[in-house]
Every structure is written in structure tokens, then in C-alpha cells.
């Protein structure tokens, strides 16, 4: 038998002064690196709040013209990274949530995402046909998540022209360019979980994602997993632009339903498994735990030297930090397990919460109540609205009404897109002041569409669903926000760039709302059947009778004893019976 | 005399060894298909029919644990039951009562999900006729040497099979889609399993060949449901599918189990139905078809160091080992944690008692009202 011999092959490599010289293969330097995160914050209601963050930054550009196609990934998959050159797309959001945000007893989440299916891209100025680039795009999402995003079509696709501006580079103001689209009916199971988890470098075998069993995480009040790809700056003068994917996943634990209502938690009760080494592929990984109001409110331990200290969502707050790429904050067991212990109760007052609802009765109109709250005592600041509205109810632009304080409040700046039925949604899009400690209710009136019977549902009393509400706001910040560039800054409070110091930006998004159309009886078709047949039946059928029936009579064979008998008194030559 | 008759043996060892070589050559070139698909189907929707929805997950489980991967499987599940609000234990689909068998796992691609699963995407994904910006997971890529599983589940009647509640497929359009699958070689052999009432009505239209079919009840017959779950409130399975995959339990990769075997499995004393086949329109003996010819995805790897040459007679070879190759097991089911479920017989003696006390009171004179 003979023996391969492998050699390195040679090969030929331009480079950037036109000259070609062929020389050994030396694999180019790593231009992309990832950190994970896990931040920990027990919430005040005594449930408990994991944030894990997974940062691929890669120094590379899928846009650029001329430049030849990239075709090796190491660290960020190659199936996104496909997508993005095939599509020509600049930023693409895109989050699965099971469950509501609850603000009023959780305070407000690092990442936001409304429930359902929620996607949002902006394209390249370069692309001609936006929409034909987006309906692709939703299938072939839908194809890597395993979701119905191919469900998304015109008839509830927006172009949002101030609520979404690009969370990273971009000077792309026109909103053609922007696309959004929220599937609230969309159900999350592992299902979703398993490509997701399969898109991390270290797949769930290593590190953090170790931590992703299925069972626990949707035995929880709220589970959202998201992917978040734009372009960055690398540096303070942006010299070079780099990609940034980011895979988030946010679950809040119920202490009623996974606590038993022992308002105690450890690593191993959440997720049933502890953590026993970082990923190899990874820079950094670390677990934050937010320990701003130990030692009143609980205890933590293993206790830990590092603290770290961070302004996020307009507040200054102290973390724990437990470094996973040091051997020694396993311990002896080699596993890595925390434990926290609540002792009191506290009470919450986010500065900015919503809600909506659905008001009035019967199956031909209504009202849609949308509600802010600001609760800041003494500072007004705007708010934008955005209202995306299925096609079937039909609203009443002439009924809008805001009102703050019992008071009209005229917005500054209203954009409205009626809708077009079978082709577009409503959009509405509103700049609210609000004052003050303040409440702020938005109401418009609706009526109903009879839908064409082929297009219900197979569950049409099921009810239909219209999504989330957004309202995206610059909150006035109690403590200075750092504009600090630094690659250093955990992951938890560098996902929305800060502009100025003294606000921060904030996305709340109210319920979604499930109203119930006017549903023909879909048995009719069979009992108009079964009735006109039963009728044509009998009508038609006794006339026939009528007609052509005719009466003889009949008369009836005797029993046989007397047919006997008449037969032997034939024979006898006797008179018969009767 | 003895020397020579014991020199004749020795020659004819080693020709006798050839044969075994050229035999083994032979049988290693001479099946039929090179790939493995499936398609999967639930078609009912609602709380109530969970079974249906453990029932496809567990063919999906076998079908995977035996080697085909998930780019070859299209899996359509019409709603979700592990995700479900109603359901007590979140991300589960259990097939045995008290929880012991978790079929939905860890690993899991559902491919056609919710409204997705209508008869006209089932008929296009079986005829390829998809449009062209569907993803290659919802895509059955096969060609003339691919050997197709379709297990379909969920409420049917004579003729006819109900998806979602809104609509049906006839087993003519069944028919016919298999003949265009067979016009466009689409498949080289076929195998459907149908677990509804009157399933076999389903697979008496079919014209096309290399189709072997089997039916959990005759036309006439319901098929029937297993056991309920206390605890989940449900019915967890259907009789024929539960034997059917305590049957694929057994089966490994390297298992010679065949189709005569998988005709036999859910007699009527287990299923209370009559399941029955159909196989005249396969070419095949259904003794010679091996179970993973279908339901995995065994490729037939031989590893040796020495070169054979098929048309003379070779040396023995010292060592040969036939490999099949496995695929990465799937995660081992550890017995979970059991919730506590009242004994079977406590019903039982609950009436028992009832009966009891009614006797001592009023009197076995009553016993005649009774029988």
C-alpha cells in the first residue's frame, strides 16, 4: 500500500502592490473574535432575570464592491454571513419571545422584544428591489429558525420612517430602505432553540450555551432569544468598520412555578446544569451578577473579589464578576455554581411603561386604548408611537384622540399610512410630550372586516392577532451615561449607541392584542346541502306520488291452516270458507 | 485416500472462500438506493389530538436515532403541543404514560409548522413543485436512488385523510402524486405508513410501482387511541404507533429485522383494528427488505487495505471488518424524576367498595337488577 504523502500546496496570492509571488500557505492572522455573557439580575418581584449575550466581531465587509467574496468563516456561521452578502443587507434584528415584558414588576429589560416573531432590516442603498430582496429574505430566515416567517407578506410588512433609525453604522435615513414586521401569533420551542444554539462557535457543548437545556428555559414567565447583526466602528475615529452578530437571550424565571416559592436561586435550579469551563473560541467570558442592592435585599455566594461598576438604562449599578477563563473560579469541583438568597421585598416605579387594550363589545366595532405612563416627577420628555395595524380593522383616523391630564395633547409629528385591504397594513407613527408624572391614553376607533371565507384560519375563534405597539423613547437619565467608547464596556450596556449624556434610549412594547372577526359558520355549506336536499326530497316526492301513484285492491292470502282447509273441501266438493 | 481427500478440502477452502468474497462483493453492490429521506406528517390540530403529534415525533425520534439527519427529514406538525399553555411540563411531548419517554428531546427541527401544514404544501413538497425561494430545509431533494419513508397521522375516514380540521386529501390525489413522483424519479422505493381510522382506504388507489403500504385499520375500522396520562390529561398515543415504536426500539443500524417483521407488529388482540399492508406493487420480496432500508440511513462502508479483484479468485484476507457507520447517538433518556400517579386498581377497588357497602345494605336480592 502506498503512502500519502500531504504537502502543502502552494499557492499564488496577490498582493495589494499588484506583484504575485507564490509562496507557502500561511493562514491570515484571526480578524474575528467572541465574548459571551451572562448577566444576572435577581428582580424585584423575586423572580429572577438571565440576560446571555454572545458577541462575534469580525473585521470584514460583506458590502464592499470590488472586493473579492468572502469564503472562510471561522467563528461567525457561514450561514448568516451568506444571507447578509446574498441580500445586501445592512442590519437585520430579529427576535422570538414567548411570554409579555412585564415593566411594571420587572423594570426594563437590557434588549426589548415584543411578543411573537418580530424582524426588522435595513437594506443597502444600494438594492433596487427592496421588496423582492425582503420576501426572499423572510423565507430563507425561515428556513434557518425553523419559524413561519415566510408568513410575512405585504399585508404586514411597515416602513417605520422614524421609530427604527440603524443601531449601528449607517447614514441610511431614507426609510425605503427599512423594512418591519412583527408574526405576534408565532409560537417559541426548542424547535427555534436548536438552530439558534447551533449558529455559536461553541455550538452548546462549551461554555455559557451549556447552560440552554430546553426544559427549563420555556418553563419560565418570559423567553425571548434574538440575533442582532449591523456594521460597527472598531475605534474612536472609525477608521475601520467591522460586523457585530449578536445572539441574545433573555428568561425570566418565575419563583412561583420554578422557585417553589422560595425566593432562592442557584445556577443548577434555573437551568439544571452548572457551568464547568468557558468556551474555547471565546476572548472573554464572564457571568455578571447585579448586586446593587446586596446585602439588604440578598446574599450571593461563591463571593467574589471582582465588582465591576456600569450605567445602564439610566441607572448606576454594581455587578459581581465572575470570570470564567480563570481556573480558579471553578474551585475544587471544577464546577461553577451560584447561589443567591433573597431576605425582603421591594417596590419598582419604571420611569416609562405602556399598556393597550381592547375596548367595546360586539362583533362590529371597538376601540383601541393605548396607555403610557411617565412616571418621572418633574421632567416631560417625547415619545414615539408606532401603531402597525392589521388590514381587517379598519380604523377611524377621524376618532384619534390623546389626551394627557384630561387634556387634548396634539402630537408634533404624525405620520400616517392608511391601509389598503389584502395589501397593506395601517401605520401610524405619533410624537407624544408627555408631562410630567403623567398619564397619556390614545384612543382610535375600529370596525371589523368580514374576511373572505377562504381566508380565515383553521381556528378562526381563535381570534386574530394585531402586534405590539412601539414606543421608543429618550429618557431623561438620573445618573450620567458614559459616551465612552471603550472595547472593554460589558456587553449588557453596549448594545444601544449613547449619544449625550443625560438621557438614554429606551423601546417599550405594549401587549398584543386579540380581537375576534365576525367568523361565518363554516358547517352551512353541508346543512344548506342536507336541507335543500331533504326538502327537494319530500316535496318533490310526494308530488310524484300525487301524479303517478294508483290505488288497487289487494286482497290478502288467507293463513295456511285455511288454505288447507279450502284445499280438502275442493276435494270433498263442499263450499269454501270465507 | 484420506491424504487426498483431505488435500481436496484444502483447495477448495480457499475457493470456497472466494465465492464467500464474491458473494459479499455482489450483495454490496446490488441494493438498490444510495440516500434516505422522510416525510413526516401530523395533520391535526388542537390540544386533544397531542397524540398525533407524539405519534410523528416518535417515528421522527427512530428515523433519527438510525441514522437520518435532519437535512433529510421533513418534518410538518399542524400545532404545537410542547410549547402548548395547557401543557404541565413545558418543551415535552411525552409517548408513555407517566413521562417516561420524552420524544420531542433536545434536537429538534420541525420544518412545516402550524398553518403551515396544509394538503398543498404536503402535495408540493412530494412533487418538488415548490416555489423557488423556498429554503432547502422545507425541500424533499430526492432523486431515482432514494429510498422515501411518509408516515402520515391524524383523523381520516374512508378515502380521505383531514387536515387541520378545514380540509382533506383523498387517496386519489395521494395516488396521483405518487405517479408524478415516479414519472419525475422521484423515489426508488417508497414506504407509507398511515396511522387514521380506515387508513387502508387510503392506500387502495395506488398505481404506481416500488409502493409498499401499511394501514393501522382496515376501511370500517377506527383505529384507537393508547393510554391517557392523568397528569398531561390527554391520550398520549395511538395504539398501532406505540407497538410500532416499542418494535423500532428494538431495531439498530446493523439490525437484520425486515418488513415481514413489521407486518406483524399491533396484531389485532394489542390494536383492537386490523392493520393491514399492501405490496404488490413492490418488486421486491418484503422478506428481503430490511427495516433500515427505510427507517435509517445505513450506508454501507467497507473498509479494507487490500485490493479485491472481482473476476479471479483472491487470497483470503487476514482481517475484515464490515463497518457500518453510525451516526452520533442521540442524548440517553435518564428516568426522570416521577410525578405520583394513583395506581391503576385504585379505581378498580374504589368501585369494588361502592359495590360492596350497596350489597350489605340492601340485600343480594338486588343482584338481579343488576345482571
New interface residues.
Given amino acids: 500500500?502506498n503512502e500519502r504523502q500531504w504537502q502543502s500546496t502552494d499557492v499564488e496570492v496577490n498582493r495589494s502592490d499588484g506583484t504575485k509571488n507564490s509562496e507557502t500557505f500561511t493562514p491570515a492572522p484571526a480578524k474575528d473574535q467572541f465574548q459571551e455573557e451572562l448577566v444576572i439580575r435577581p428582580l424585584h418581584s423575586g423572580d429572577i432575570y438571565a440576560s446571555f449575550q454572545f458577541r462575534t466581531l469580525w473585521d470584514t465587509d460583506f458590502l464592499q464592491e470590488g472586493q473579492k467574496k468572502v469564503s472562510h468563516y471561522r467563528l461567525f456561521p457561514k450561514s448568516l454571513g451568506q444571507v447578509l452578502s446574498k441580500f445586501s443587507v445592512q442590519e437585520l434584528h430579529i427576535s422570538f419571545t414567548?411570554g409579555f415584558w412585564r415593566t411594571m414588576q420587572w423594570g426594563q429589560p437590557f434588549i426589548p422584544s415584543p411578543p411573537g416573531a418580530e424582524l426588522w432590516v435595513w437594506f443597502h442603498h444600494t438594492v433596487s428591489d427592496v421588496d423582492g430582496n425582503w420576501?426572499?429574505l423572510t423565507?430563507?430566515l425561515?428556513?434557518?429558525f425553523?419559524?413561519?416567517l415566510?408568513?410575512i407578506d405585504m399585508t404586514n410588512t411597515v416602513q417605520p420612517s422614524a421609530s427604527f433609525k440603524p443601531l449601528g453604522l449607517g447614514n441610511a435615513t431614507d426609510h425605503r430602505f427599512l423594512r418591519y414586521a412583527t408574526l405576534p401569533?408565532e409560537?417559541?420551542?426548542?424547535?427555534n432553540l436548536?438552530?439558534w444554539k447551533k449558529l455559536l462557535p461553541c455550538g452548546s457543548k462549551a461554555g455559557l450555551a451549556v447552560l440552554m437545556?430546553?426544559?427549563k428555559?420555556?418553563?419560565s414567565s418570559f423567553h425571548s432569544q434574538a440575533v442582532h447583526i449591523r456594521p460597527i466602528c472598531q475605534d474612536e475615529q472609525c477608521t475601520s468598520k467591522a460586523w457585530e452578530l449578536r445572539q441574545t437571550l433573555n428568561v425570566v424565571f418565575d419563583h412561583y412555578t420554578s422557585g417553589q416559592g422560595k425566593k432562592e436561586w442557584s445556577l443548577f435550579k434555573m437551568f439544571s446544569r452548572t457551568l464547568t469551563e468557558a468556551c474555547p473560541l471565546a476572548s472573554s467570558s464572564k457571568v455578571y451578577v447585579d448586586i446593587t442592592d446586596n446585602p439588604e435585599l440578598f446574599e450571593l455566594s461563591p463571593a467574589t473579589p471582582l465588582l465591576s461598576q456600569a450605567v445602564v438604562l439610566g441607572d448606576r449599578r454594581t455587578y459581581s464578576v465572575y470570570d470564567l477563563t480563570r481556573a480558579e473560579t471553578f474551585g475544587q469541583l471544577r464546577s461553577f455554581n451560584l447561589l443567591l438568597r433573597w431576605k425582603g421585598d421591594n417596590m419598582l416605579r419604571p420611569l416609562l411603561h405602556a399598556e393597550r387594550y381592547v375596548a367595546g363589545f360586539g362583533l362590529q366595532t371597538g376601540e383601541i386604548h393605548t396607555v403610557i405612563y411617565n412616571n418621572h416627577p418633574y421632567r416631560a420628555f417625547p415619545v414615539l408611537l408606532m401603531d402597525s395595524v392589521p388590514w381587517y380593522l379598519q380604523l377611524y383616523i377621524h376618532t384619534l384622540t390623546v389626551t394627557s391630564k384630561s387634556r387634548d395633547n396634539k402630537p408634533s409629528y404624525i405620520h400616517y399610512q392608511p391601509a389598503k385591504d389584502r395589501h397593506r397594513p395601517h401605520l401610524l407613527e405619533m410624537l407624544i410630550q408627555l408631562p410630567p408624572h403623567s398619564m397619556t391614553e390614545v384612543t382610535v376607533q375600529f370596525e371589523r372586516a368580514l374576511l373572505k371565507w377562504t381566508e380565515y384560519?383553521?381556528?378562526p375563534n381563535h381570534g386574530f392577532y394585531v402586534g405590539s405597539s412601539v414606543i421608543s423613547a429618550l429618557v431623561p437619565s438620573m445618573v450620567a451615561m458614559s459616551t465612552n467608547f471603550t472595547q472593554d464596556q460589558p456587553l449588557f450596556s453596549s448594545f444601544v449607541p449613547v449619544k449625550e449624556e443625560s438621557s438614554y434610549f429606551v423601546r417599550v412594547y405594549t401587549e398584543p392584542l386579540l380581537v375576534n372577526l365576525p367568523t361565518p359558520d363554516?358547517s352551512m355549506p353541508y346543512n344548506v346541502i342536507c336541507l335543500t336536499c331533504t326538502v327537494v326530497a319530500v316535496g318533490y316526492g310526494s308530488f310524484y306520488n300525487l301524479l303517478t301513484r294508483t290505488f288497487q285492491v289487494d286482497e290478502p292470502s288467507p293463513p295456511l291452516a285455511k288454505r288447507l282447509a279450502n284445499f280438502i273441501r275442493r276435494i270433498r266438493g263442499v263450499p269454501l270458507l270465507a | 485416500m484420506r491424504i487426498f481427500a483431505f488435500i481436496h478440502l484444502l483447495v477448495s477452502i480457499p475457493h470456497g472462500y472466494s465465492n464467500y468474497v464474491e458473494t459479499k462483493a455482489g450483495q454490496f453492490f446490488s441494493s438498490g438506493h444510495t440516500n434516505n429521506w422522510a416525510v413526516l406528517v401530523c395533520t391535526s390540530r388542537f390540544w386533544f389530538n397531542y397524540r398525533h403529534v407524539a405519534n410523528t415525533l416518535s417515528v421522527y425520534r427512530s428515523v433519527k436515532r438510525l441514522g437520518i439527519p435532519d437535512s433529510h427529514i421533513v418534518l410538518m406538525l399542524a400545532d404545537d403541543m410542547a410549547c402548548n399553555y395547557r401543557n404541565p411540563k413545558p418543551a415535552t411531548v411525552f409517548s408513555h404514560k407517566n413521562m417516561e419517554l420524552n420524544v420531542y428531546g433536545d434536537d429538534v427541527e420541525v420544518d412545516y409548522r402550524g398553518y403551515e401544514v396544509t394538503v398543498e404544501n404536503f402535495l408540493r413538497v412530494l412533487t418538488g413543485r415548490l416555489p423557488p425561494s423556498t429554503p432547502r430545509s422545507k425541500r424533499l431533494l430526492s432523486d431515482d436512488r432514494s429510498n422515501i419513508l411518509i408516515y402520515l397521522t391524524g383523523h381520516g375516514g374512508n378515502g380521505f385523510l383531514k387536515f387541520q380540521d378545514s380540509e382533506e386529501i383523498s387517496n386519489m390525489e395521494l395516488a396521483d402524486a405518487f405517479e408524478q413522483m415516479w414519472q419525475k424519479r422521484r423515489y426508488n422505493e417508497l414506504l407509507f405508513i398511515i396511522d387514521t381510522c380506515q387508513g387502508a382506504s387510503m392506500y387502495e388507489r395506488f398505481y404506481s410501482p416500488n409502493l409498499m403500504a401499511l394501514a393501522s385499520s382496515q376501511v370500517g375500522e377506527d383505529s384507537l387511541s393508547h393510554q391517557p396520562d392523568l397528569a398531561i390529561g390527554v391520550h398520549l398515543m395511538d395504539k398501532y404507533t406505540f407497538y410500532l415504536l416499542e418494535f423500532l426500539e428494538e431495531v439498530h443500524p446493523a439490525s437484520q429485522a425486515n418488513m415481514n417483521d413489521l407486518f406483524k407488529v399491533c396484531p389485532q388482540s394489542q390494536c383492537v383494528s386490523t392493520p393491514g399492508h399492501r405490496t404488490d406493487l413492490f418488486q421486491r420480496d418484503p422478506g428481503s427488505v430490511l427495516i433500515t432500508d427505510f427507517f435509517g440511513s445505513v450506508r454501507k462502508v467497507e473498509i479494507t487495505k487490500d485490493t479485491i479483484n472481482l473476476t479471479s479468485p483472491v487470497e483470503p484476507p487476514i482481517q475484515r471488518q464490515v463497518e457500518h457507520s453510525f451516526v452520533a447517538d442521540i442524548s440517553s433518556q435518564k428516568p426522570k424524576q416521577k410525578d405520583w400517579h394513583p395506581p391503576d386498581g385504585f379505581i378498580l377497588g374504589l368501585w369494588t367498595l361502592i359495590l360492596l357497602v350497596f350489597f350489605q345494605t340492601y340485600g343480594i336480592k338486588h343482584l338481579k337488577h343488576i345482571f
Fill in positions: 500500500m414567548q420576501k426572499e423565507n430563507v425561515s428556513g434557518i425553523c419559524a413561519s415566510n408568513f401569533r409560537i417559541v420551542c426548542t424547535e436548536t438552530p437545556k430546553s426544559e428555559l420555556f418553563h384560519t383553521p381556528d363554516f
